[in-house]
C-alpha cells in the first residue's frame, strides 16, 4: 500500500513541474513561408472553387519577368517546389504558382480525380473509393488554367510568359501529357512525373501516338520521371516506354527527357522529380552532360 501512494505522489508532482520541453521551447508560433500568399478564387469554366498558392521570389525580377513554374496538387507540392527553388541560386528568380483546393488537407481526391482526368464508366475507376468518384473535368480545368490563373498571375506578377512549365504528378502527371499533345504552346516546358498512363486504358498512349505522326513539332521541353520502385500499374515501365515514343520522334532530340530515380516510390519521387523539373526548366544542362536525355 505504501508503494502505491508514493507513486501516487509522484505522478501528481511530475504532472505539475514544466516538462525539459517547456524549458527548451517558448510558446509555439504559426509558420508561414516568406513571400507565400494564397488566393481563394472560382472557376468561370465549372462553377468551382480553388486555392492559388504563390510564392514570390526573394531576389528582384529581371528585365524580362519572373519565370513560372506551375504546380498541380498545390496544397501538398507547393511548399516543396517554393523551397526547392529557393535552395538553388539559378532559380531565385522563379516564381512558383500552385493549383490546389480550399482545404487543409494535402489532397482532395474527388476534386483531382474530376480535374485531371478524361470521362470513364464507374467501373474502370480504381476500386479504392467508397463510391467512384466524377471523373471528365479536365478541359474545363485546363481552360481555367489558361483562361484565368494564367493571365490573372501575369496582371499582378512580372512575369516572362516564355519561360513558363507546368509540374504534375500521378494524375496531375497524366494530366501534364495530355495538355502537351492538346495545349503544347501553353507551356515551353512540361514536367510529368509518375503519370498515370494506365488512365483509361492508357488512353494518353493514342494520344501520344497521334502527336508523334504529326508533321507539325513544336518546341516545348518534356521530362517524364518516375521512382524505381513504383510497381503498381506497371507505372515505371509505361513512363519508360512513353518518354521513349516521344523521344523518337524526328527532331524531338534532347526536348524529351526520361529520369528514373532508383529506390524511390510513388511517393518519395515527389520532391526528388520536383528539384529535377525545377533545373529542366529553367536551367537545362547541356546534351552532351545530361545522359538521361532520350532514354
Request: proline share 8%; glycine share 8%.
Amino acid at each position: 500500500m505504501l508503494k502505491h501512494h508514493f507513486f501516487a505522489a509522484l505522478l501528481v508532482c511530475t504532472s505539475m513541474m514544466p516538462t525539459f520541453a517547456d524549458d527548451l521551447f517558448p510558446a509555439p508560433r504559426p509558420l508561414a513561408a516568406a513571400n507565400a500568399v494564397q488566393y481563394d478564387v472560382k472557376a468561370k469554366s465549372n462553377g468551382l472553387a480553388y486555392r492559388i498558392f504563390v510564392a514570390t521570389p526573394l531576389a528582384p525580377p529581371p528585365p524580362g519577368g519572373y519565370r513560372v513554374l506551375y504546380v498541380l496538387d498545390g496544397n501538398a507540392h507547393f511548399p516543396i517546389a517554393a523551397g526547392a527553388a529557393r535552395m538553388q541560386r539559378p532559380l531565385q528568380d522563379v516564381l512558383v504558382v500552385g493549383i490546389g483546393y480550399p482545404t487543409d488537407q494535402p489532397f482532395d481526391s474527388d476534386r483531382r480525380y474530376y480535374d485531371l482526368t478524361s470521362d470513364v464508366p464507374d467501373e474502370r475507376v480504381p476500386k479504392k473509393f467508397d463510391r467512384p468518384p466524377r471523373t471528365g473535368g479536365r478541359e474545363f480545368f485546363a481552360d481555367f488554367l489558361q483562361q484565368q490563373v494564367m493571365p490573372a498571375i501575369a496582371a499582378r506578377y512580372p512575369v516572362d510568359t516564355s519561360s513558363q512549365a507546368l509540374f504534375g504528378h500521378s494524375l496531375g502527371g497524366l494530366f501534364t501529357l495530355h495538355l502537351r499533345f492538346t495545349r503544347p504552346a501553353l507551356f515551353a516546358s512540361y514536367i510529368a512525373a509518375s503519370p498515370s498512363v494506365w488512365w483509361d486504358e492508357r488512353a494518353i498512349v493514342t494520344e501520344a501516338k497521334s502527336y508523334a505522326a504529326g508533321k507539325t513539332k513544336d518546341a516545348a521541353r518534356v521530362l517524364v520521371t518516375v521512382g524505381g520502385r513504383e510497381n503498381q500499374f506497371n507505372m515505371a515501365s509505361e513512363a519508360a516506354a512513353l518518354a521513349q515514343r516521344l523521344a523518337a520522334v524526328p527532331g524531338a532530340g534532347e526536348r524529351v527527357v526520361f529520369q528514373q530515380f532508383d529506390g524511390e516510390d510513388h511517393g518519395s519521387v515527389v520532391p526528388t522529380s520536383l528539384g529535377r523539373a525545377l533545373r529542366f526548366a529553367f536551367y537545362p544542362t547541356s546534351p552532351a552532360t545530361d545522359t538521361t536525355a532520350g532514354r
